[in-house]
T-cell receptor, first 110, second 114 residues
Framework: GQQVQQSPASLVLQEGENAELQCNFSSTATRLQWFYQRPGGSLVSLLSNPSGTKHTGRLTSTTVTKERRGSLHISSSQITDSGTYLCAMERTGNTGKLIFGLGTTLQVQP | DPKIIQKPKYLVAVTGSEKILICEQYLGHNAMYWYRQSAKKPLEFMFSYSYQKLMDNQTASSRFQPQSSKKNHLDLQITALKPDDSATYFC?????????????FGEGSRLIVV
């Protein structure tokens, strides 16, 4: 089965609404990393979080490794936030070997 | 300017042929990786290199061979191409140290094998 499960699979929001994206993983992890994948396919690193809460701009990442879950909160969504958000876990420290989920596709409408 | 350059961005290859995907990073990182994204599947780790040495290999097939001629280069040679090899191949790099290992990805090389 899938080692990293993301939910929801897709999400439609009105501009200005907040989004909460979930990531659950089936084995222990040393870190979660969140990526944004543009419609054209390229990936942008958003946040890398071993545990606890991290913020950057309108994004907040929370990782609870003991409970094998994480989340990405997007506040005040904008149309340009539309795309796919990928969660990836790293099982052992600093190997760069990430296990990805299938992603949450976000569509923000005006 | 992109700091991780992948070439070509798109290519179409004939079954049985051989192709090389090029990756150069200008972030000064000490580790480089290849990942693959096939349709309807999650991004999948293939290889990791650190200081030009293979660290981890998750690819079952020997048809996939990474090549590192310089510290900031990690090319991927694929031989005897099959239609199942059709995917987008992403190169990534990171600075592996005690403070963390955030990966940065290139824009990908989209391969279609006919």
């Amino acid at each position: 089965g899938q080692q990293v499960q993301q939910s929801p699979a897709s999400l439609v929001l009105q501009e200005g609404e907040n989004a909460e994206l979930q990531c659950n993983f089936s084995s222990t992890a040393t870190r979660l990393q969140w990526f944004y994948q543009r419609p054209g396919g390229s990936l942008v690193s958003l946040l890398s979080n071993p545990s606890g809460t991290k913020h950057t701009g309108r994004l907040t990442s929370t990782t609870v490794t003991k409970e094998r879950r994480g989340s990405l909160h997007i506040s005040s969504s904008q149309i340009t936030d539309s795309g796919t958000y990928l969660c990836a876990m790293e099982r052992t420290g600093n190997t760069g070997k990430l296990i990805f989920g299938l992603g949450t596709t976000l569509q923000v409408q005006p | 300017d992109p700091k991780i350059i992948q070439k070509p961005k798109y290519l179409v290859a004939v079954t049985g042929s051989e192709k090389i995907l090029i990756c150069e990073q200008y972030l000064g990182h000490n580790a480089m990786y290849w990942y693959r994204q096939s349709a309807k599947k999650p991004l999948e780790f293939m290889f990791s290199y650190s200081y030009q040495k293979l660290m981890d290999n998750q690819t079952a097939s020997s048809r996939f061979q990474p090549q590192s001629s310089k510290k900031n280069h990690l090319d991927l040679q694929i031989t005897a191409l099959k239609p199942d090899d059709s995917a987008t191949y992403f190169c990534a790099s990171s600075q592996r140290d005690t403070s963390g290992n955030t990966l940065y990805f290139g824009e990908g090389s989209r391969l279609i094998v006919v």
